[in-house]
């Protein structure tokens, strides 16, 4: 799912579409439109999870779990901080275009595209995705990455069944921070191996296991 302003789903250039409440709004909408009379299971990745933890804040009524897919308790590590402030200066100067040059420049060799089956690299397919995101949200969203509270003890009281996974490796929240989020949510811990931030790509036969077994076991 494209959220507002993301790839395939087109948002406006106003920075206040993008606040907190309306992302989790669209999320309280769309369970509200496949549950029909059942719950459903809940699943943010990254900004995702976050934006998911609002939803579930303000009506948990709907959902029957939630999944937090590499996504942390509050603001993301100084590093990426400072890599989103970096962004957002750019966007502020230069087109869409030559911010993902820019962006490809300072990339480290495991940042890049990893290459397809045929050899080539998925940089045009990112690429245009890219192009397709909205300067609004990622300026908004970026601003929310850096100043997220921590709301793990909010969640909890919640009584949501709750799981959370990562890789074995995560650059934007330390493992280690996603370990300690888990043990105050009393949560169900998985980490992939082999995987970092996107463990449904880097390994997606163990990421579907441990999915799959936590939904079979909150049927």
């Known amino acids: 799912m494209d959220g507002r302003g993301q790839y395939e789903t087109p948002g406006p250039a106003d920075e206040a579409a993008y606040a907190r409440p309306e992302l989790a709004a669209d999320v309280l909408a769309q369970a509200a439109a496949v549950r029909g009379t059942g719950r459903v299971h809940l699943l943010g990745h990254s900004l995702g999870g976050q934006i998911a933890r609002a939803a579930v804040l303000r009506d948990a009524e709907p959902f029957r779990s939630l999944t937090l897919l590499s996504s942390g ?37 495991e940042e890049l595209a990893e290459p397809d089956e045929d050899g080539t690299r998925a940089e045009a397919a990112l690429r245009a995705r890219w192009l397709l995101h909205s300067p609004a949200q990622l300026t908004a969203t970026g601003r929310q990455l850096r100043t997220e509270p921590d709301l793990v003890a909010e969640l909890a009281a919640c009584g949501l069944p709750t ?51 936590f939904w079979s076991a909150h049927a």
Do not use: C, F, Y
Not at 189 to 207: K, L
């Open 163 to 213: 799981q959370v996974v990562s890789g074995e490796r995560d650059d934007t929240w330390p493992v280690e921070l996603m370990d300690d989020m888990a043990r105050r949510l009393k949560a169900d811990r998985v980490v992939i191996p082999g995987a970092e931030h996107s463990p449904n790509t880097d390994n997606p036969a163990d990421t579907a296991r441990a999915l799959a077994g």
């Open 73 to 109: 308790p509050a603001e993301v590590s100084g590093e990426q901080q400072q890599r989103i402030e970096l962004l957002t200066a750019a966007m502020a100067a230069m087109n869409m275009g030559q911010v993902w040059d820019a962006i490809q420049a300072m990339a480290t060799p």
